[in-house]
């Protein structure tokens, strides 16, 4: 079957380290996978695309990586900040598809 | 620069009415997305607008209808509500790229 995973465990870390998300996917063939920020009850906010032809995107603090062989993209967060503390989603798109298919999230903690 | 804005913000409803929540794309955008999000879950694709006809579904039943007008907003109508149906209702916007901006959402709560 498809799936979309993101780890479901919190992630605690502390100010100023790097935080980092791992993506998993099994059964698709994504052309693009995008990441979003998700603050308590509101919508989700675009960061980051990588394309299924690209190893690696970044946006000043932000860094996603793309292995289309292990099925995998993660997406860092270098210097975090308190401020950081929401939950990250990842949702891909393959090129049969318009929807974007999401993740159930990951939630960071940043402790200061 | 407005982005996507949705109305109402809240929302409670009992089991078996009908509830229409709308949707204003942002500037210069004419694809409507509409998506579900149950608590503790990541968003689930209801279906897709444009040029003011349904262009894909996801696998939801027939009970949610959409609709595009010609300004590209839109609306999106759930019938014969369920508890189940109890969720953040998310409306995001998109032209030409892959990129799908999102509104600030309806929270929906059936009792």
């Known amino acids: 079957s498809q799936k979309i995973e993101q780890n479901s465990e919190a992630l605690n870390i502390q100010e100023g380290k790097t935080a980092t998300l791992t993506c998993n996917y099994t059964n698709y063939s994504p052309a693009y996978l995008q990441w979003y920020r998700q603050d308590p009850g509101r919508g989700p906010v675009f960061l980051l695309l990588?394309?299924?032809?690209?190893k690696e995107k970044r946006k000043e603090r932000l860094k996603v990586t793309f292995d289309t062989t292990l099925k995998q993209s993660l997406f860092h967060i270098t210097a975090s900040q308190p401020a950081d503390s929401a939950t990250y989603l990842c949702?891909?798109?393959?090129?049969?598809?318009?929807?974007?298919?999401f993740g159930s999230g990951t939630r960071l903690l940043v402790r200061p | 620069d407005a982005g996507v804005t949705q109305s109402p913000t809240h929302l409670i409803k009992t089991r078996g009415q009908q509830v229409t929540l709308r949707c204003s794309p942002k500037?210069?955008?004419?694809?409507v997305s509409w998506y579900q999000q149950a608590l503790g879950q990541g968003p689930q694709f209801i279906f897709q607008y444009y040029e003011e006809e349904e262009r894909q579904r996801g696998n939801f039943p027939d009970r949610f209808s959409g609709h595009q007008f010609p300004n590209y907003s839109s609306e999106l109508n759930v019938n014969a509500l369920l508890l189940g149906d109890s969720a953040l209702y998310l409306c995001a916007s998109s032209w030409v790229s892959e990129t799908q901006y999102f509104g600030p959402g309806t929270r929906l709560l059936v009792l």
């Open positions: 990588i394309r299924e032809n690209e």
């Open positions: 949702a891909l798109s393959t090129d049969s598809s318009y929807k974007l298919i």
């Open positions: 500037s210069g955008h004419d694809t």
